[in-house]
Nanobody, 125 residues
Framework: QVQLVESGGGLVQAGGSLNLSCVASGRSFSSYAMGWFRQAPGKEREFVAR????????AYSDSVKGRFTVSRDNAKNTVYLQMNSLKPEDTAVYYCAADRFYSRIYYSPNAYDYWGQGTQVTVSS
């Protein structure tokens, strides 16, 4: 079992930055792929970014590519999402998730086995 706890959300003006963190419990964290998703009110949960266990492979949605960076520190059981040049449309609850089996459909929430409780990000215009 893995427990995930996100932090770092908040209110920021458009053009600003936030750095989200997700701390995992459990000894197997370093072997999991980790993803970030977000969900805005009335919308489905959508893929944001993903990183493999060794941090040498990442993927991003088109909407955040070039603005967001995913990274991880396996020694600290932590995955990060650095968000720059934030836009009002980035407003959502952000979730981290763990994928034990490296699903090919990494962009789908169904690929992930464990989820955090989420952290709110609000970007004002």
């Amino acid at each position: 079992q893995v427990q995930l706890v996100e932090s770092g959300g908040g209110l920021v003006q458009a053009g600003g930055s936030l750095n989200l963190s997700c701390v995992a419990s459990g000894r197997s964290f370093s072997s999991y792929a980790m993803g970030w998703f977000r969900q805005a009110p009335g919308k489905e949960r959508e893929f944001v970014a993903r990183i493999n266990w060794s941090a040498d492979s990442t993927a991003y949605s088109d909407s955040v590519k070039g603005r967001f960076t995913v990274s991880r520190d396996n020694a600290k059981n932590t995955v990060y999402l650095q968000m720059n040049s934030l836009k009002p449309e980035d407003t959502a609850v952000y979730y981290c998730a763990a994928d034990r089996f490296y699903s090919r459909i990494y962009y789908s929430p169904n690929a992930y086995d464990y989820w955090g409780q989420g952290t709110q990000v609000t970007v004002s215009s």
